[in-house]
């Protein structure tokens, strides 16, 4: 069945440092989405990215979509505290499909 | 409007109960998902609709039922709780297309003894 990963499981960064996370997916996706989750919360959608090489840009969060449409990423630039919490990728074959998430990368941000 | 709603927060079983967990929304979308959590195993996939009268299975079906009579409720059934069900539980719900948001309720955090 479709497997989605991350890598890597925890990050822990000083406040300020650049974070990167990284999901792959076992089948090509129709789209993407990155969801960030808060301590004690519930995950919040961010963005979903389409098209194949697709790079979207949300203040300080850069998202990425492969050529492939099989991997993505998330960059924070100079992060800071209120960055903490777990981010997950959500990979979808096609709209109307089941969304099956990753396992998380959940981030500390050392002030 | 109220978003997407779960009750109840929290809830203790003993091995072998049932029950239901509720899950509701108010924004008339037609796809409704559930999805436990467990530490290191991000969300994994119950049980999902993509609308009334219409449920499918996702990663992780076995020992849940789903039904979805109306466009709002989508409620999850536990059969016989088994302490490997012991987990926090998310219901979500959005249109499909593009944006393709899922609103994700409150939780239910659940303790099978």
């Known amino acids: 069945g479709q497997q989605v990963m991350q890598i890597p499981q925890y990050q822990h960064v000083q406040e300020g440092e650049d974070f990167t996370t990284y999901c792959n997916s076992s089948?090509?996706?129709?789209?993407i989405q990155w969801y960030k989750q808060r301590p004690g919360g519930h995950p919040v959608f961010l963005i979903q990215?389409?098209?194949?090489?697709e790079v979207k840009k949300q203040k300080r969060l850069t998202f990425q979509f492969g050529e492939a449409k099989k991997n993505s990423s998330l960059h924070i630039t100079a992060t800071q505290t209120t960055d903490v919490g777990t981010y997950f990728c959500a990979g979808l074959k096609t709209s109307y499909d089941k969304v099956i998430f990753g396992p998380g990368t959940s981030l500390s941000v050392i002030p | 409007n109220a978003g997407v709603t779960q009750t109840p927060k929290f809830q203790v079983l003993k091995t072998g109960q049932s029950m239901t967990l509720q899950c509701a929304q108010d924004?008339?979308?037609?796809?409704m998902s559930w999805y436990r959590q467990d530490p290191g195993m991000g969300l994994r996939l119950i049980h999902y609709s993509v609308g009334a009268g219409i449920t499918d299975q996702g990663e992780v079906p076995n020992g849940y039922n789903v039904s979805r009579s109306t466009t709002e409720d989508f409620p999850l059934r536990l059969l016989s709780a088994a302490p490997s069900q012991t987990s926090v539980y998310f219901c979500?719900?959005?249109?499909?297309?593009?944006?393709?948001?899922?609103?994700f309720g409150p939780g239910t955090r659940l303790t099978v003894t």
């Open positions: 089948t090509t996706l129709s789209n």
């Open positions: 990215l389409v098209k194949s090489g």
């Open positions: 979500a719900s959005s249109t499909p297309g593009s944006p393709y948001e899922q609103y």
């Open positions: 924004m008339n979308h037609e796809y």
